[in-house]
């Protein structure tokens, strides 16, 4: 009776204040990212195990909830998963094919966590130790073996952890530049490198770099959360539970997967992107830089109830909008935009560090005559079905649409959009210490498509930035690109009735 209590806590929790319990998960507010959160959370605090698309398709709260009391007694469904040790997923195969490009520093980020209070230097380095230690997916090396792309766990792989002094915060991007540009062994595991910097006696902040062929950014809030929860073990000097039993993500999958894409994404004309300002040179580039946006959350609450109203997630509305605005600027109406899905395709994953992430190209035709409403619930059923077959990696759907590629531009779609989990996390640690977390999303330097829209998958989600390739737009060009964006979310959150074909000529006719 307690778990079921819980249970019904949990889902409620992962809903906005007062959501209507006879409504499905999306019309009651919730979205992928909630989705995603709720389904570890039930994996850690009730043993049940869900896949996400079960929560995003559920008719209502009510009935959602009852699946989940009547899974409680369900055993773990990790039998089925892929855990060969030298098999590597459909991310890192990508990732390691363009690292053997050059394109190294593409693929580390650098995460932080600031300290207020008197930290105890020595157990937070003990607490680095020990998350590595726990986690095969922080030890791997990754190698290539005459055809293929194989990896490895070292067992014995120990982190960098180095100690600076700065006089402000003004040092920070200075020593963050320095640990993201160090130079590391190609051939061995790809470990996290610490920095501690002492900016005072009672203030430090803490860079971890780690490379996205171990990591993508569900796993660095999971690394978030371990680091604090170590070092307050360390502090009440008291054993941590096992971590969780590690599934690796799948390195194959279904013909019949394969065949939906091919099927999908067949006889896909140019990929539509924004015109750009220069030349397309003959190799892409892949130097980015970056514009940022800020949206109005009144508007976004509007573009969401509008959304959720047909039975679409507040990710497909905002994806809805981009496609419009491609169409506006492209003159076209078949539109495809790359998506990255978590990769995370049973409950099993949502609490495993690793590389997940994949790419999935959602393709939409626009008729002029239908109304928003009806467009952006098609657009959502595009987005559910790209769930389905999320596990048929992007290279191999490339390789079956796009024989002969080009090295001048990205193959099926050129332009992105992305939720980016959230970067900012808070901690209250055993010795009162207090710690921040976040994720730095505001360094650009390379991207493999022409234009890829971000946001902030925080609480709110008001601010959203955009990467372009240098080479094509000028800066300016993006940053009008980011208010036509704002403008559609306008005259979207206004009157969600408006046919498409207006809200696209109303945007191309704007001075």
Request: charged fraction near 20%; include cysteine; charge should be negative.
């Amino acid at each position: 009776m307690e778990t079921e209590r819980l249970v019904r806590t949990l889902v409620l929790q992962a809903l906005p204040e007062g959501a209507d319990v006879r409504e499905g998960f999306v019309s009651a507010g919730g979205n992928s990212l909630a989705a995603l959160r709720l389904v570890t959370t039930l994996v850690k605090e009730c043993h049940i195990r869900v896949p996400i698309t079960n929560v995003l398709r559920s008719t209502s709260v009510t009935a959602l909830i009852g699946e989940l009391i009547g899974a409680l007694q369900i055993e773990a469904d990790q039998g089925s998963e892929d855990t060969a040790p030298g098999a590597l997923s459909i991310a890192e195969r990508q990732m390691l094919l363009e690292q053997t490009l050059g394109l190294t520093s593409a693929h580390l980020v650098a995460v932080e966590m600031e300290f207020s209070g008197k930290l105890n230097v020595l157990a937070l380095e003990s607490a680095m130790r020990d998350v590595v230690a726990r986690h095969d997916a922080l030890r791997t090396r990754f190698w290539f073996d005459g055809d293929e792309f194989r990896r490895e766990v070292v067992a014995d792989a120990l982190p960098e952890i180095n100690h600076h002094v700065a006089a402000s915060e003004d040092n920070l991007p200075g020593l963050r530049a320095r640990e993201l540009s160090a130079r590391t062994d190609p051939d061995g595991p790809r470990v996290p490198r610490f920095a501690l910097v002492r900016l005072a006696d009672d203030r430090h902040v803490l860079i971890t770099v780690v490379h996205h062929l171990t990591c993508d950014g569900w796993s660095l809030n999971l690394l978030f959360d371990e680091l604090a929860e170590l070092y307050s073990a360390r502090i009440d000097h008291r054993r941590l539970a096992p971590p969780p039993s590690a599934v690796a993500p799948k390195a194959t999958y279904s013909a019949t997967g394969l065949d939906f894409w091919t099927a999908r994404l067949a006889d896909v004309p140019d990929p539509v992107t924004i015109p750009p300002d220069r030349p397309r040179p003959n190799v892409q580039s892949f130097d980015a830089r970056r514009v940022t946006m800020d949206l109005s959350g009144a508007l976004l609450d509007k573009l969401r109830a509008a959304a959720q109203a047909e039975g679409a997630t507040e990710f497909a509305g905002r994806l809805a909008i981009l496609m419009l605005l491609l169409s506006s600027r492209a003159g076209a109406q078949d539109i495809c935009v790359a998506v990255p899905v978590s990769g995370r395709t049973s409950a099993a994953h949502a609490s495993t560090l690793g590389m997940f992430v994949n790419t999935v190209v959602i393709r939409q035709r626009i008729a002029g005559s239908m109304p928003f409403t009806t467009f952006v619930r098609s657009v959502h059923q595009r987005l559910m079905e790209a769930q389905d077959h999320q596990d048929v990696p992007f290279p191999d759907v490339v390789n079956a649409l796009v024989p002969r590629r080009t090295l001048d531009r990205q193959p099926l779609a050129q332009v992105m959009m992305a939720m980016q989990p959230s970067g900012r996390r808070r901690y209250t640690l055993s010795d009162g210490v207090i710690a921040r977390a976040t994720i730095n999303l505001d360094i650009a330097e390379h991207s493999r498509f022409d234009v890829v829209l971000h946001f902030d998958g925080s609480e709110g989600m008001q601010q959203g930035w955009i990467d372009y390739d240098s080479a094509l737009y000028r800066r300016e060009t993006i940053s009008r690109l980011g208010a036509d964006y704002s403008a559609m979310v306008s005259a979207v959150a206004a009157a969600p009735s408006t046919a498409v074909h207006d809200l696209v000529s109303a945007i191309r006719t704007s001075p």
